[in-house]
């Protein structure tokens, strides 16, 4: 049975040169149809009901968070597919979704539908997507919930209830406002990238401090709310004290 994709990107080379790569090498893959817009690819994916969607993030009338807001169910895959920008990397790594960055090259894409058959090819990302959806609405972003995969599922942490985190070879332990800690298989830099803007700043090479929970600037270190201090490395000092006192 062919699964039925749609894709959906405003500029023809990236839509061929998907296109071409689906139908050479995974023809499995059936593209039911192209969509130009956002406005375009709501209407197509409401009339289709296809399987999966490899969905532009940045497109002149809407992007793609706002593609997916505007359905009335979402009863299918999404890969997301951009160039390179940092924030629209950024959005889809915090909250755990699957991506291709443009120009697509076929070993990605063969990864990604690897990961899509290993699902089933049932949407099992409607968590992800809705709280992505989710957190684009919220104003205050300590409100914002991040979600991390494990083996078990997956876990989700509201910003705000996250007071540090410490980094360990490839491995971070996260430091909890309830005392509690929780261990991610994510490097401290994998954080650092995904929370960028969001009150944290990394101030030691071990250590992400969440501003939300940073009572003051001590010397060579920061005083939290639990008590306990978190060391601030001599190269980061100065961007330290602008970080803390002007954030």
């Known amino acids: 049975m062919q699964i039925q994709s749609i894709i959906v990107d405003d500029t023809a080379f990236h839509r061929e040169v998907l296109a071409d790569l689906l139908e050479d090498a995974h023809p499995e893959i059936g593209v039911a149809a192209i969509a130009t817009s956002g406005t375009e690819a709501v209407e197509k994916i409401q009339s289709i009901r296809p399987d999966l969607v490899f969905l532009d993030v940045e497109m002149p009338d809407m992007n793609g968070f706002e593609v997916l807001a505007s359905l009335d169910r979402i009863d299918f895959q999404t890969i997301f597919v951009t160039a390179h920008s940092q924030y629209a990397i950024q959005a889809i790594r915090f909250n755990a979704l699957d991506y291709l960055m443009k120009p697509i090259n076929a070993k990605e894409l063969a990864q990604a539908l ?35 995969p494990t083996q078990e599922g997956g876990m989700k ?17 996260l430091y909890l406002s309830n005392g509690k800690t929780k261990l991610s298989a994510k490097t401290l830099g994998f954080f650092e990238e ?54």
Request: proline fraction near 3%.
């Open 114 to 148: 690897r990961r899509f058959r290993i699902q089933g090819y049932v949407p099992d990302n409607q968590p992800q997507i809705r709280q992505a959806l989710e957190n684009l609405k919220k104003e205050n972003v300590q409100e914002q919930v991040l979600f991390l």
């Open 194 to 247: 995904i929370l960028d803007g969001k009150g944290f700043f990394r101030c030691h090479r071990s250590f992400i401090v969440n501003r939300f929970h940073v009572e003051k600037m001590k010397g060579d270190a920061f005083c939290v709310q639990d008590g306990s201090t978190i060391p601030i490395s001599r190269r980061k000092k100065s961007e330290s004290k602008t970080w803390f006192y002007h954030n």
């Open 157 to 173: 942490l509201v910003l705000q209830e996250i007071v540090k985190i410490e980094g360990d070879g490839n491995y971070s332990t």
